[in-house]
């Protein structure tokens, strides 16, 4: 981050340490909107050494105030990041997502539920398990039978 925004953050903590009057003045700002944000982007102007921008659109006028406003937009990110603040759009995404993920997950068991109870009407939700099971058992004890009758045939071919 760098030392303009700290030295913006610094001076404006330091004019709210100074009093409650600062508090009640920031709380007015909020309550003022745009016409009360005078004072904030004077401090601004100071911290970044900026001067107050004309009414002509200049372009030599106009670049800095670009370059510090996306200065300090970069160390405000900065500054959230380490706080753990998320943005708003990320943070729209992210219950978006979980909203979808929810309907989903209820579909999904309403499906299970009703395959469930498909299984259960005809009688095979238990049964289908234990016929698969015991299908598997078969299988693999004959496939020892078999490979232990090849065993057996090799050694008695050797004696």
């Given at each position: ?67 510090a406003m ?21 943070h729209q ?50 496939q020892f ?15």
């Amino acid at each position: 981050m760098n030392k303009q925004f700290y030295e913006f953050w610094g001076n404006y903590f330091l004019q709210l340490a100074r009093g409650q009057q600062q508090i009640e003045n920031l709380s007015a700002l909020m309550k003022q909107g745009i016409s009360g944000m005078n004072d904030l982007a004077a401090l601004f102007r100071r911290s970044y050494g900026l001067t107050a921008p004309s009414t002509a659109d200049n372009e030599s006028e106009t670049r800095p105030w670009q370059n510090a406003m996306a200065d300090f937009q970069r160390s405000a990110n900065q500054l959230a990041a380490l706080w753990g603040w998320v943005p708003q759009a990320e943070h729209q995404r992210v219950v978006q997502d979980l909203e979808t993920l929810k309907k989903k997950v209820k579909e999904q068991e309403a499906v299970i539920g009703h395959l469930r109870d498909l299984l259960n009407q005809e009688g095979r939700g238990h049964t289908m398990l234990v016929d698969h099971l015991k299908r598997s058992l078969d299988e693999q004890s004959q496939q020892f039978q078999s490979l232990m009758e090849s065993i057996r045939k090799s050694y008695s071919k050797d004696d």
